[in-house]
T-cell receptor, first 110, second 114 residues
Framework: SQQGEEDPQALSIQEGENATMNCSYK?????LQWYRQNSGRGLVHLIL?????REKHSGRLRVTLDTSKKSSSLLITASRAADTASYFC??????????FGTGTKLQVIP | EAGVVQSPRYKIIEKKQPVAFWCNPI?????LYWYLQNLGQGPELLIR????????DSQLPKDRFSAERLKGVDSTLKIQPAELGDSAVYLC????????????FGPGTRLTVT
């Protein structure tokens, strides 16, 4: 079963624009992670945000977490064609079961 | 550093036939995961190993699926007999263990059951 649901399911933007995707989850969490999946590199861990954090940055990535709304967002700034991929949120990890969301398919048009 | 290795990359079999997938995790990683990913969906955990012990196999359909990690290193996932609905990508991932969150994924095996 999927814990999270990403929104939108698909997103198409021009290179240089920002991309925002959202994740809603169902149960209380200790942390939330974002992964990227493309045909070239498979599934890759991007960033982890803990339940006591509200915002985290890593390069062009910005992740927010609102535990009261059980939601998270991933912002990719100044997108590049190489950012074309599917993006998944995931809850759990460590000694807890990891549950992935349904994913957002991002297409960045050069 | 070599990543997670999986083989084969692709497999086509007829229903009711057996199939096996192999995974070699990153050296030194104690935790190994097998996931199933259907088209357009996120990965779903089948089984998690800590060293050679299966600590979470609640999502593994045990009537037809089996897995082993005999020496706590590489692992094999088997399906016998395969059904049409088993067509999916089977992903292996590893992590250092000790409660580490980041997982490193292999390229996956795409299984087609005809």
């Amino acid at each position: 079963s999927q814990q999270g649901e990403e929104d939108p399911q698909a997103l198409s933007i021009q290179e240089g624009e920002n991309a925002t995707m959202n994740c809603s989850y169902k149960t209380s969490i200790n942390n939330l992670q974002w992964y990227r999946q493309n045909s070239g590199r498979g599934l890759v861990h991007l960033i982890l945000i803990r339940s006591n954090e509200r915002e985290k940055h890593s390069g062009r990535l910005r992740v927010t977490l609102d535990t009261s709304k059980k939601s998270s967002s991933l912002l990719i700034t100044a997108s590049r064609a190489a950012d074309t991929a599917s993006y998944f949120c995931a809850t759990g990890g460590g000694y807890q079961k990891v549950t992935f969301g349904t994913g957002t398919k991002l297409q960045v048009i050069p | 550093e070599a990543g997670v290795v999986q083989s084969p990359r692709y497999k086509i079999i007829e229903k009711k036939q057996p199939v096996a997938f192999w995974c070699n995790p990153i050296s030194g990683h104690n935790t190994l995961y097998w996931y199933l990913q259907n088209l357009g969906q996120g990965p779903e955990l089948l089984i998690r190993y800590e060293n050679e012990e299966a600590v979470d196999d609640s999502q593994l359909p045990k009537d037809r699926f089996s897995a082993e990690r005999l020496k706590g290193v590489d692992s094999t996932l088997k399906i016998q007999p395969a059904e049409l609905g088993d067509s999916a990508v089977y992903l292996c991932a590893s992590s250092p263990g000790g409660g580490s969150y980041e997982q490193y994924f292999g390229p996956g095996t795409r299984l087609t059951v005809t």
